[in-house]
């Protein structure tokens, strides 16, 4: 992989203000190719599927997954990392270049909002609450905030850390805590949350000293996190006390998810799955014979798991969770 987990999810380094050559905006190209591109995001719009991945393809599927097509006209061809809607038509994505797209046909047609092509400092993860409040995290702690829908963004300035100089952490995953706040997974096991809908943010330490890529609220309130080496914790207690769920892999997890039948479903590299029916506490593992590792996932509304890797949409369609 060349971005995206590849990397650890972040794709610079150094210091968050460091400039690059300045690139030139150019749309998504439309092209066959774009089936095999590495899509590193998905999510549902009512009953369609909407992908995201490198070069600002787009894919879109209308029959649980079963087959894809890209969309009509993006207007960045930069890696796009995050995708999120909040109802059947409207969405957002975000991306490299720390670039912000919306849509409001299901995926087809998506409009730039922002984009920064003279500093280094991607995004990894877009989340709105509402039709005009929404936030996007990345690279070194870069939050993004609006409340006009995406036309404006202001940027967050976070606390630091205990017993550090600065605010440096990779943010990953922003989710709902389901009580008004928010939570994004972070690097060294930390979340930083925020208890009064992003007015203000603390750090929660899980414990966990490596990177959490993607985090969940399931449907009682628990939350889960998981990341790095098949890492897999869960609190009760909206993150005031952490354990451990045993996984039974060292494979790095990209995605957590829950099915409306409350079956937990976590996917990540090497080709596993993981499925919980006691709400997380327990896994079981299937593990693809070849292997490829599972970049993305969306559950289609049959409870299918669609999946995605390196290679764009994964050809044989998972096990229901029925």
Not at 6 to 13: F, I, R
Not at 84 to 102: E, P, S
Not at 105 to 133: C, H, M
Not at 164 to 184: H, M, P, T, V, W
Request: net charge neutral.
């Amino acid at each position: 992989m060349n971005s995206g987990f590849a990397q650890e999810k972040p794709s610079a380094s150094g210091d968050a203000n460091t400039t690059v050559p300045s690139l030139k905006v150019k749309p998504a190209r439309i092209a066959p190719s774009a089936q095999t591109a590495m899509m590193l995001a998905a999510a549902s719009a009512g009953s369609r599927i909407v992908a995201v991945g490198e070069r600002g393809v787009v894919l879109l599927s209308d029959d649980a997954g079963k087959s894809f097509h890209q969309a009509a006209s993006v207007p960045i061809s930069a890696t796009l990392t995050s995708v999120h809607f909040i109802d059947t038509k409207n969405g957002w994505a975000a991306g490299h270049w720390g670039a912000i797209l919306k849509t409001g046909d299901a995926g087809e047609t998506w409009q730039l909002l922002r984009s920064d092509t003279k500093v280094d400092q991607p995004l990894f993860s877009i989340y709105f609450k509402d039709a005009r409040n929404g936030w996007a995290a990345g690279l070194w702690s870069l939050l993004l905030s609006t409340s006009d829908g995406g036309a404006t963004w202001q940027s967050v300035s976070l606390p630091v850390p205990a017993g550090e100089s600065k605010a440096d952490r990779n943010l990953f995953a922003i989710f709902s805590d389901q009580e008004g706040g928010l939570a994004i997974t972070a690097e060294r096991g930390t979340i930083v949350h925020s208890a009064d809908g992003g007015s203000s943010w603390t750090y929660i330490d899980t414990g966990y000293k490596g990177s959490l890529w993607a985090g969940t609220v399931l449907q009682d309130g628990t939350w889960m996190v998981g990341g790095l080496r098949g890492t897999m914790l869960r609190s009760a207690d909206h993150g005031k006390t952490w354990h451990s769920s045993p996984t039974g892999t060292k494979s790095s997890l990209t995605g957590i998810m829950q099915a409306k039948n409350g079956a937990v479903i976590a996917v990540g590299f090497d080709g596993v799955m993981l499925t919980s029916r006691d709400n997380g506490m327990t896994f079981s593992i299937k593990q693809r014979p070849d292997r490829a590792s599972i970049t993305a996932a969306v559950l289609a509304q049959d409870l299918n798991p669609v999946t995605f890797s390196q290679s764009g949409p994964m050809k044989d369609v998972g096990d229901t969770v029925n």
